[in-house]
């Protein structure tokens, strides 16, 4: 099925550990962005990438780091886990950034550090 | 500070009833879009509204944008326990590249 596929679904780090979250769209979508959602806060962006070869900061991007890899794939990687990165990770990308038919999420990764 | 204000947060009601969700900012927003999102997935689009003023309907369920296109309102007919799920509003603020999501309602339908 067309869509974003996030992995991998779950996910439980110790303190200090890193590792990466993968994503990747077969939509032909142009913008990708990770959001992490946490209870009460709804979703916050972390990082965006509005084409191919870019990336910006969103509202919550200290302890992040993301590449693009290619078109259709966009990773978010954590250097060293902490307990406040414990959340709900979602990728989702669009035909470009701001377009008005919206977003398409992954299912997303759920990330305890402990 | 929340760009975007959602009221209630939480809303439980009988099978049956209307309800109405509210979507609130001292910004004007180009668009405006509504998402539902269930246990474990991804929020998935329901509606996207443009034009201050607009309605749009979607079986038992309407949206409308302000006149000044800073708020927006969802409203559910006869709400069925199918309607359970958190809805989020989430907009394109004028100038700005990527989308603020309010906190999220999130609604349970009790047969």
């Known amino acids: 099925n067309a869509g974003v596929t996030q992995t991998p679904k779950f996910q439980v780090l110790k303190t200090g550990q890193s590792m990466t979250l993968q994503c990747a769209q077969d939509?032909?979508?142009?913008?990708m962005y990770w959001y992490r959602q946490d209870p009460g806060m709804g979703l916050r962006l972390i990082y965006y990438s509005a084409s191919e070869g870019t990336t910006d900061k969103g509202e919550v991007p200290n302890g992040y780091n993301v590449s693009r890899l290619n078109k259709r794939e966009f990773s978010l990687r954590l250097e060293s886990a902490a307990p406040s990165q414990t959340s709900v990770y979602f990728c989702?990308?669009?035909?470009?950034?701001?377009?008005?038919?919206?977003?398409?999420f992954g299912s997303g990764t759920r990330l305890t550090v402990v | 500070t929340q760009l975007l204000e959602q009221s209630p947060q939480f809303l439980s009601i009988q099978e049956g009833e209307n309800l109405t969700v509210y979507c609130n900012s001292s910004s004007v927003f180009s668009s405006l879009q509504w998402y539902r999102q269930e246990p474990g997935e991804g929020p998935v689009l329901l509606v996207t509204?443009?034009?201050?003023?607009e309605v749009k309907k979607l079986k038992r369920l309407t949206f409308q944008f302000g006149d000044a296109r800073k708020d927006s309102s969802l409203h559910i007919t006869a709400a069925q326990p199918g309607d359970t799920g958190l809805y989020l509003c989430?907009?394109?603020?004028?100038?700005?590249?990527?989308?603020?999501f309010g906190q999220g309602t999130r609604l349970t339908i009790n047969p």
């Open positions: 989702a990308s669009s035909r470009s950034r701001g377009d008005t038919y919206g977003y398409t």
């Open positions: 509204v443009v034009t201050g003023g």
């Open positions: 989430a907009g394109l603020i004028q100038g700005a590249q990527t989308l603020v």
């Open positions: 939509m032909n979508h142009n913008s």
